[in-house]
Structures are given as C-alpha cells and as structure tokens.
C-alpha cells in the first residue's frame, strides 16, 4: 500500500481544533461564571449551593446531552455509510424526544424544587433556599437546555463546528453579562445566576438560523410516525457510555455532597468546589481536543478507513498532553490566585484550599487518559469497555476513594480535607489500570486501537496535489497496481479512468479551496471501490447535470455509467466519493 501523507486530513481535523475548544471552553464556562460571581457577590455558602445543585443540572442536561452524543455518533457511522434518510430520522426523533422529556422537567419545577433541596442539604435553612432557588430555574429552563446541547453536538458531526462553538460562545457571553447585571444591580440574588445561563442558551440560539440556511447540511427535520421513533434505540445504544455518565454523576455529586457534608461541613464543601471547577477548566481547554474524536472517528469508522483514525487519535493526543503540560504549570505556580478567584478570603480556609488543590493537581493526567479512552471507544462502538470506564471512575471508585482519603487524612492532620483530594487521584489512577486489564480480557492480541492496522482488503491509499500535471499520475499509478495484483485489463482500465476523470474535475471545479485529493482504490472480494475526498467547494456528483456553457465536466457522467454505485457524502468538511465496481 502507497501511504497517503494525511495532509489533507490533519488540515481538517486543525479546523475541528480550534471550535472545539472553544465549545468545551464556552460549556462548562456557565458553571465557573456562575460560582465566581456567585461566591464573590453573595457569599462562599451560596457558592457551596451551586454545587450542592449538580445532580439536579446532570437530569436537566441527560436528555439533550445522551441523546445529542450518542445520535451525532450514530449519525456519522449513518452518514459514512451514505444512510442519509435514516441519519435525518434519526436527528428528528432525538430533537423530539428531548423536547417532550424538557418540559415534562419544567412542569416538575414548582412542585418539586423545595423537597429536592431539603433532601441535597439534609436539613432547612439558608443554604437550603439558595440550592432551592438555583434549581428552580435550572428545571424551568430544561426545554431550552436540552434542545441546546442536543443541537451542538450535532453540528459537529453536521461540518459546522464553528457553529457549535459560536452558540455555546453567545450563550455564555449572554450569561456573563446578565450574571452581573442580576447578582449587582437586583434582588434576585442567587436565582438571577440559574435565569442568566437560561437565558443565555435561548437568546444564542439564533445562530441556528445560520446552520438551517446552510447548503452543507445532511440532516432535516422530518414527520415521523409513532413507529418510527424506535430508531432512537441508536442512539440509546450509541450514547450508553454518555447516559451511564450522566447517570454516574448523578450518583457521584449526591454522594460526594453527602460525605463531604457529614464529614467535613461547610467548609470541606467550600474546598470541593474550588477543586471541582479547576477540573471543569481543565476539561473545558483538553475537552475540546478529545471532542473532536466523536465528531470525526464516527465518519471514519462508518468508511473503514481505520489508517485516518489511528491519525485522528495520535493528533489529538499529542496536543492534548501539550495544553495539559502548560495547565498542571500554571495550577502549581498560581495555586494561591486560583483559589482567591473562587472567594478565598485567606485565613485556614484559604490554606486549606491551596494544599488540597496542589494534590488534586496529579489528577488530571490519568482523567485526560480516561476522557480519552472513553471518547474513543464509544466512537468505535466498543461501548462495553466505554460503559465500564464511565461508570468505574464516576461511580464505583470514587465514593468510597474519596470516604477512604478524608478517613485516613484525618488521623493524619486531624482534619482530613486533603483526603478529597487524595480520593481524586487514587480514582484516576486505578480507573486507567482497571480499563486496561478490562481491554486485555475483551480484546486479546489487539492493540489499543482495536481495529485493524490496515484498511480492509487490498489497498492503494495516495494523496496528489490538485494540480494538472499531478492528476496525469493518477491513471498511471491504478493501472500499475491493478497489473501487480493480478486485476483483469477491463476493471484496471475502469478504476483508472474513473479516478482520472474525477480528480480532473475536481481541480477544475474545486476552486483554490482544493489542495490535496486523496485516493484509495481497495480491491476486496469481487469488489472494486474507488473513494476519493477533495478540501474543495461543496460539489455533489450525482446531482450534476451537464451544462455544456458552465463547465466541461461530462467525464462524471461516463462515471455513472460504467461504475456499478456511486455515493457522495460532505462529512468532515470534505466531499466524500465512493465509486464501486
């Protein structure tokens, strides 16, 4: 096999880069914006109700989140695999299943919101009504939330990630705004936190006009049938890894809200938060990276090109380890600036939160490997080893780590809250191990990407400049390969032509967008399949017609003709041809 040089590819998963950052950047910004300026308006007890109310905002977000995740995935194989109906399907059950499931939560608001909160705190008084107050308007806003992040998954996988990024951006620009117009200038204290974020995600959702209008879409809205919404079991079964998650972190937030509480107080519940939403920023920047992998091994997964997923995995985690050097830097230098941001007012519990977070430091190297792992598998459909990560590290481990650590920390120092910490740490850590051996038993003799080295069958795999002079190599090239094979004259003849005429008027047509084409000709079985992917402007084969005055582009109806299918798909930003015959 001729190895292709991936440029095309790595200049496309650059463009995912930066919109992915910044959408994990802009998503769990909400969360910090409203801990800041909650604990620095108000006080460090309404910022110990912000996080006292996280397993109410994980049912708020389980709808949109799962349903988002696991459909964008399932849509990609869909779509790799040139299924365009079914992934619109597909997305029309989802968006309709998280609506319903929004506001049967908000219907549930007014009743339920003061029982959840005594059963949060475990008792009734101030911070009671702060956690009260705060998830009221969390689960009034459950429609627009789930909607919102159900959408921005989806535009990911939909060749639009900036899109995702500039919602979640304007979401959270809105809530910052509207946080301190509300927490300074009115009386509605912590309540005008939880309305700022719901706001911010309807007013942003504007942008999605821009997606509606966009000639790059794949997905419609379409009626469906009672019947047909048994295909969001695709999703389901795609997004189990996700769903566990959110189901773990239910579990994780309760029961770490209950240790802690009963263990070290108000206090230990302060330092929780601090090093709670430095884990949240670091997420946020090394998120972004790993949230490219779903939005694009998918597709490629879908295509059998498992040579562009190993280049996926490896770009990633390169530049993921980099931001993660320069994070674990800056929380060991600024560790006291970090906590004054957070309210920190000095004194012991100002002591107390610098050296609990100079611990939880080590953590973030084995979470980064966790995050990633979990991503990947569940983008290859091994959701078993996906499913036993998620739920080992947010729900097995974790409780009694943590319990363990204060336990222990405690006959050490007398007060036990490096031992939050410690938990943390010793969860990331035995999670890696454990999935490891979990792999090794599923999977023998494999390697950690699982699927094959190779693309299936025998393959020759090329990239060519988009120039005149490189497209004249092309049919040189197949013929040369056919011959070494042992393919017969007419097929070798065929493919050559095929990809001759296509990379031609690809270049002709492309426009300066274009630079790389890559080809791979596979021959498999009794099967010969030409796919080819340009960088250039949106161009569908298959509803061309020619026009003789436009372009001298006739060579793609000689294709249809003597290749037995022909299927197009723009994914990844990239149009996306498979020729067969």
């Known amino acids: 096999m001729e190895e292709r040089n991936n440029r095309l590819l790595n200049a496309k998963l650059n463009k995912y880069i930066i919109p992915g950052i910044m959408m994990s950047l802009a998503l769990q910004l909400g969360n910090i914006v409203d801990t800041i300026f909650v604990s620095n308006l108000i006080g460090v007890e309404a910022m110990s109700a912000v996080t006292l109310s996280l397993p109410v905002e994980t049912i708020v977000q389980l709808t949109g989140y799962c349903l988002g995740i696991g459909g964008s995935i399932a849509v990609g194989n869909m779509l790799g695999k040139r299924d365009k109906e079914g992934a619109s399907k597909l997305f029309s059950a989802t968006f309709i299943v998280t609506l319903v499931v929004g506001i049967l939560i908000a219907i549930c608001a007014i009743p339920a919101a003061g029982p959840i909160a005594r059963l949060l705190v475990s008792g009734d008084g101030v911070l009671t009504h702060y956690t009260r107050d705060y998830i009221r308007v969390s689960m009034l806003g459950a429609p627009v939330i789930g909607i919102?992040?159900?959408?921005?998954?989806?535009?990911?996988?939909?060749?639009?990630?900036?899109?995702?990024?500039?919602?979640?951006?304007?979401?959270?620009?809105?809530?910052?705004?509207?946080?301190?117009?509300?927490?300074?200038?009115?009386?509605?204290?912590?309540?005008?936190?939880?309305?700022?974020?719901?706001?911010?995600?309807?007013?942003?959702?504007?942008?999605?006009?821009?997606?509606?209008?966009?000639?790059?879409?794949?997905?419609?809205?379409?009626?469906?049938?009672?019947?047909?919404?048994?295909?969001?079991?695709?999703?389901?079964?795609?997004?189990?890894?996700?769903?566990?998650?959110?189901?773990?972190?239910?579990?994780?937030?309760?029961?770490?809200?209950?240790?802690?509480?009963?263990?070290?107080?108000?206090?230990?519940?302060?330092?929780?938060?601090?090093?709670?939403?430095?884990?949240?920023?670091?997420?946020?920047?090394?998120?972004?990276?790993?949230?490219?992998?779903?939005?694009?091994?998918?597709?490629?997964?879908?295509?059998?090109?498992?040579?562009?997923?190993?280049?996926?995995?490896?770009?990633?985690?390169?530049?993921?380890?980099?931001?993660l050097a320069v994070i674990f830097v800056l929380i060991i230098l600024f560790t006291e600036e970090i906590t004054i941001l957070f309210g920190s007012g000095g004194g012991e519990l100002g002591s107390h939160m610098v050296q609990?977070?100079?611990?939880?430091?080590?953590?973030?190297?084995?979470?980064?490997?966790?995050?990633?792992?979990?991503?990947?598998?569940?983008?290859?459909?091994?959701?078993?080893?996906?499913?036993?990560?998620?739920?080992?590290?947010?729900?097995?481990?974790?409780?009694?780590?943590?319990?363990?650590?204060?336990?222990?920390?405690?006959?050490?120092?007398?007060?036990?809250?490096?031992?939050?910490?410690?938990?943390?740490?010793?969860?990331?850590?035995?999670?890696?191990?454990?999935?490891?051996?979990?792999?090794?038993?599923?999977?023998?003799?494999?390697?950690?990407?699982?699927?094959?080295?190779k693309n299936p069958g025998i393959n020759l795999d090329f990239s060519i400049k988009s120039t005149m002079e490189e497209a004249e190599t092309v049919h040189k090239k197949i013929i040369e390969f056919c011959q070494e094979q042992g393919a017969s004259k007419s097929k070798a003849n065929l493919a050559a032509v095929c990809a001759e005429e296509m990379t031609v008027n690809i270049i002709r047509f492309g426009g300066k967008t274009s630079n790389w084409i890559d080809i791979n000709l596979c021959l498999e079985d009794d099967l010969c399949r030409l796919r080819i992917r340009d960088n250039g402007v949106n161009f569908n084969p298959l509803e061309y017609q020619y026009d003789s005055e436009d372009f001298d582009i006739h060579g793609i109806e000689l294709v249809k003709k003597v290749s037995k299918s022909m299927d197009y798909i723009r994914a990844i930003d990239m149009n996306n041809t498979i020729i067969s015959f």
């Open 356 to 453: 609990a977070l100079r611990i939880f430091a080590l953590c973030v190297i084995p979470y980064l490997w966790n995050k990633f792992i979990i991503s990947y598998y569940e983008s290859i459909e091994e959701t078993a080893i996906a499913s036993f990560a998620t739920f080992l590290e947010n729900a097995v481990v974790v409780l009694p780590a943590t319990l363990v650590g204060i336990l222990v920390w405690k006959q050490i120092d007398g007060i036990g809250i490096d031992g939050i910490a410690v938990g943390f740490v010793a969860t990331e850590i035995i999670t890696v191990i454990a999935t490891y051996i979990f792999r090794k038993i599923k999977h023998k003799n494999t390697s950690f990407y699982i699927v094959p080295d």
């Open 148 to 323: 919102g992040l159900m959408m921005v998954n989806y535009l990911g996988v939909e060749n639009h990630p900036e899109l995702a990024s500039a919602y979640l951006i304007a979401a959270n620009v809105i809530n910052l705004v509207l946080d301190y117009i509300f927490l300074r200038y009115t009386p509605m204290g912590i309540t005008g936190a939880s309305l700022s974020t719901v706001l911010g995600f309807l007013f942003a959702m504007g942008i999605f006009l821009i997606y509606i209008r966009s000639d790059k879409r794949n997905l419609r809205l379409m009626r469906l049938k009672f019947s047909e919404f048994g295909i969001t079991k695709e999703a389901i079964i795609t997004g189990v890894p996700m769903l566990i998650f959110m189901a773990a972190n239910f579990v994780k937030a309760l029961g770490l809200n209950t240790i802690i509480m009963n263990q070290l107080g108000e206090e230990g519940m302060a330092v929780f938060t601090v090093c709670d939403n430095v884990l949240l920023i670091v997420e946020m920047l090394t998120g972004g990276i790993i949230g490219v992998i779903p939005n694009v091994a998918g597709i490629l997964f879908g295509e059998k090109d498992y040579v562009g997923i190993r280049v996926l995995c490896k770009k990633m985690l390169k530049y993921s380890y980099i931001l």
